[in-house]
Structures are given as C-alpha cells and as structure tokens.
C-alpha cells in the first residue's frame, strides 16, 4: 500500500498516519520531521531548512525531493509507506510521480483530510496549550505567525494537489472534523476499495 495523506497543518495526518502504519504494516514518512532530524542534527540539508520552516515557508522542492528519493529506497519501505506532508507542491507531485515509476510502482490513493480553517486555528492552539503544559519543547513553527504562514502556502501551493490527483482518479476525500477514530474508519473504508483497482476513479466520501 503506498499512499498520501493530504491536508492543512493541525488536520491529523500524524495522528491517522499512525493508525495506519499499525494496521498496513507500512511506514509513514514525514518529510516535517525528516527535515526537523536534520536541522537538530546540523546537517547541510538542516542548515539550509532552519530557518525557512521557523518562517513556516515551504523548503525548496529539490531539496525535499532529494530526501523523499533516498527514503522510499530504503528497505523498511518495501512494503509500503504513507507520505505525510510530502508532496506539497505540484512539481514535487511529478518528481514523485518519477520516482515511483523507474522502480515500477505506483500510489494506490491520496486521502484528502478536510477540514474547517478556525478548527485548525483552535487544534493547533490546544496543542500548544497541552505541551506547553507538560513541559515539551515546541516546535519552532508552533506559533501563530508560522501558522498563518504555513496555512498560506498550504493553499496556495499544497491544495491545488486535490485537483491534479482527482485528474488521475487517485483522490478520496475524507471529512476530517469527524472523531479520530471515525475517520480512522473512513479511510480504511476508501483504502479498501483502492486497493487492487488497477484503474480508479475519483471518489468523495464525507
Ligand atoms: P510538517 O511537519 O509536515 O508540518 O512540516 C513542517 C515544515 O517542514 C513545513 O512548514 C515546511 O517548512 C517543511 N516541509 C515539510 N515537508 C515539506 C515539503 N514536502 N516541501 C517543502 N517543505 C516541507
């Protein structure tokens, strides 16, 4: 199974992610904290990302390419994965596109999360909130600036993806303000009619 999970900051594509791995035995990579091991750990691809994720910009798309590239190489991602927060960008969409197809593979779906925008504002708030509160570090993009920042270029960058996945047939929109595990239901419920279609079509379920 390998498939994308689409959708703003703060929609629950970790937490769904998660779920996921356990019941498809696939890994989830997330390009976010790829990106955050690197910039922790000082490597050239961190320095160059610092800076512009504490902004809440998107980093450049052939830096995130080259990452994702050597990701799916990887054994434990034989099996399967879920891009979380990869692609965020249409050329990063065909770059993937590129990738899958010179090792013969190909997405089984992209499960779009929507969600309502004030809601985000509030989860990610809450979210801070609950860490601040425990004594966790932040991240460096948990504040309102970076928020606004990080939803901007989701719709102006990220959220013409839904269309150009629609276009291949390969979308399926779930309602993300239901219950955590409500929509855990709805994507299995989508994932199980994508798997094995050799030729989908575009499907909303909400
Ligand atoms: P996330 O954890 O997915 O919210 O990502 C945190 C930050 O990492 C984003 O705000 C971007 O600065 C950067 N980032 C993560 N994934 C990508 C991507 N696919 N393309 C560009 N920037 C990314």
């Given at each position: 199974?390998?498939?994308?999970?689409?959708?703003?900051?703060?929609?629950?594509?970790?937490?769904?992610?998660?779920?996921?791995?356990?019941?498809?035995?696939?890994?989830?990579?997330?390009?976010?904290?790829?990106?955050?091991?690197?910039?922790?750990?000082?490597?050239?691809?961190?320095?160059?990302?610092?800076?512009?994720?504490?902004?809440?910009?998107?980093?450049?798309?052939?830096?995130?390419?080259?990452?994702?590239?050597?990701?799916?190489?990887?054994?434990?991602?034989?099996?399967?994965?879920?891009?979380?927060?990869?692609?965020?960008?249409?050329?990063?969409?065909?770059?993937?596109?590129?990738?899958?197809?010179?090792?013969?593979?190909?997405?089984?779906?992209?499960?779009?999360?929507?969600?309502?925008?004030?809601?985000?504002?509030?989860?990610?708030?809450?979210?801070?909130?609950?860490?601040?509160?425990?004594?966790?570090?932040?991240?460096?993009?948990?504040?309102?600036?970076?928020?606004?920042?990080?939803?901007?270029?989701?719709?102006?960058?990220?959220?013409?993806?839904?269309?150009?996945y629609q276009g291949k047939g390969k979308l399926?929109?779930?309602?993300?303000?239901?219950?955590?595990?409500?929509?855990?239901?709805?994507?299995?419920?989508?994932?199980?009619?994508?798997?094995?279609?050799?030729r989908s079509t575009s499907?909303?379920?909400?």
């Amino acid at each position: 199974m390998r498939l994308i999970l689409l959708g703003p900051p703060g929609a629950g594509k970790g937490t769904q992610a998660q779920h996921l791995v356990k019941s498809y035995a696939i890994v989830q990579l997330s390009t976010g904290d790829m990106l955050r091991a690197a910039v922790k750990a000082g490597t050239p691809v961190g320095l160059k990302a610092k800076d512009i994720m504490a902004r809440g910009d998107l980093v450049p798309d052939e830096v995130v390419v080259a990452i994702v590239a050597d990701r799916i190489s990887e054994p434990d991602a034989a099996n399967g994965f879920i891009l979380d927060g990869f692609p965020r960008t249409v050329p990063q969409a065909e770059a993937l596109e590129r990738m899958l197809a010179e090792k013969g593979l190909a997405l089984d779906a992209v499960v779009e999360l929507k969600v309502d925008e004030k809601a985000l504002l509030h989860r990610v708030e809450t979210r801070v909130r609950e860490m601040t509160a425990r004594g966790e570090a932040l991240r460096a993009d948990d504040n309102a600036d970076a928020l606004k920042t990080r939803l901007e270029a989701y719709r102006s960058q990220t959220a013409p993806l839904a269309a150009y996945y629609q276009g291949k047939g390969k979308l399926r929109t779930i309602d993300g303000m239901a219950p955590i595990a409500d929509v855990g239901k709805a994507i299995d419920a989508v994932l199980k009619t994508a798997a094995g279609e050799s030729r989908s079509t575009s499907a909303a379920v909400r």
